[in-house]
């Protein structure tokens, strides 16, 4: 069974500060990956997909970057946070191919940039 | 612009009663899938529909990219199955755009 595990759970940082979120997928080779992101109260939103090891596509542009440096790990950072990127982010997966894209989304991790 | 508009943004049911949540899609989408957000704040696919209709128990899910809509209806409605209900659409390659949501409250 495949598995997904996103980490840290929450996040509590500093104006100015660097962040690192990663994701894990366990149980399926090449899936493709998303990152996610839900301003509170907001919708969520699209930010990267990637559908194949060091391969990212950009969707929203929030000064974030992601990165794909295996083919289960999903990482996003950026080197100066925004009290703008608070929020909910979440790791999703769906199998490789356009025909069926059902995302499976990890835990989510709640960051706080104060 | 806003390419999902989902409605209500939020509905009271009653126990044993029904209805139904709808987006509406302002270009041809290619799929839409149907997510509950659980207590923690991530989603559970509830369905992904191509065309036609899906339906799993008491949920039944309808998707005409023809005319740019989706349905979620409710049947039978449980005190369970309070929470928020999002759609989301793929416009094409790998992007999904999803709905506002809809906050469900069913009473006893």
């Known amino acids: 069974a495949q598995t997904i595990h996103q980490w840290p759970v929450a996040e509590i940082k500093a104006v100015g500060s660097p962040l690192s979120l990663g994701c894990t997928i366990k149980?399926?080779?090449?899936?493709?990956l998303y990152w996610y992101w839900q301003a509170t109260g907001g919708t969520l939103q699209q930010l990267f997909y990637?559908?194949?090891?060091?391969?990212v596509e950009s969707v929203v542009q929030l000064n974030l970057s992601a990165s794909r440096p295996k083919d289960d790990q999903f990482i996003l950072s950026t080197e100066k946070l925004l009290l703008s990127h608070s929020g909910f982010y979440l790791c999703?997966?769906?199998?490789?191919?356009?025909?069926?894209?059902?995302?499976?989304f990890g835990a989510g991790t709640r960051l706080s940039v104060l | 612009g806003d390419q999902v508009e989902q409605s209500p943004s939020a509905l009271s049911l009653h126990e044993g009663t029904g209805s139904a949540l709808r987006c509406n899609f302002t270009?041809?989408?290619?799929?839409v899938q149907w997510f509950r957000k659980n207590s923690r704040g991530s989603l559970i696919n509830l369905f992904y529909?191509?065309?036609g209709t899906k339906e799993n128990g008491r949920l039944k899910s309808a998707f005409d990219s023809k005319e740019r809509y989706s349905t979620l209806h409710i049947r039978d409605a449980q005190l369970e199955d309070s929470g928020t209900y999002f759609c989301?659409?793929?416009?094409?390659?790998?992007?999904?755009?999803f709905g506002s949501g809809t906050r469900l409250l069913v009473s006893p």
């Open positions: 999703a997966w769906s199998l490789g191919g356009r025909s069926q894209n059902t995302l499976y």
């Open positions: 149980g399926k080779s090449s899936p493709n």
């Open positions: 990637s559908i194949t090891v060091g391969q």
């Open positions: 270009t041809t989408m290619r799929a």
């Open positions: 529909l191509a065309s």
């Open positions: 989301a659409a793929e416009t094409g390659g790998y992007k999904v755009v």
